[in-house]
């Protein structure tokens, strides 16, 4: 199932709806990753939108469903493009995935449900792994031993902050702050 995105302008953040593909990406697979013992933790207990005098420097992805998501990003570095994951994020909660200022214009982002098999995902292949990662590079993924994955590009137009907000309906919803 194709996403589809409606964009928004309000008090000057911007918001993007992106629909969540549905196709069953094999739940054991990702619960089994999910449960992992080495996966990543970085949450941030915070309502999922915050007021603009309340905003961080960072790029934080909320949970607006009943479910446990794990997230993975990709970015550019002075390395070579990153790929990093699992962070686990409960139902209802929000996780920094990077902390601080931004310094790319472009992430990318990848999410599970892992308990119904969706995905938030877009057309940006690049390399995931089965636990807790951070990969160099977005080529070979295979040949690498990784899976290759679809994540979603985010513009930020080079923002200091940015949030992604998941959610069941809508798919995500992205802010930015100033």
Known sequence: MAAQNDKTTHHGATTEIVNRSTRN???????????APAVLFTLAFAPAFLPAS???ADFRVCNGTQN???VAIGYRASEGWITEGWWQVPATTCATLI?????????????????RG????????MCVAENEFKIVGVKDCFARGYQQMGFKEYDTG????????L????????????
């Open 158 to 165: 080079k923002q200091g902050s940015w949030m992604v907000q």
């Open 68 to 70: 446990l998501v794990g």
């Open 99 to 115: 902390e601080g200022e931004l310094k790319s214009r472009y992430y990318y982002l990848y999410a599970e449900d892992a308990a």
């Open 118 to 125: 969706g995905r938030w995902t877009g057309d940006v292949k």
């Open 54 to 56: 309340e905003a961080r």
């Open 25 to 35: 990406p094999s739940p054991n697979r990702i619960a089994k990753r999910l449960a």
């Open 167 to 178: 959610t069941d309906s809508s798919g995500t919803q992205e802010s930015q702050s100033k």
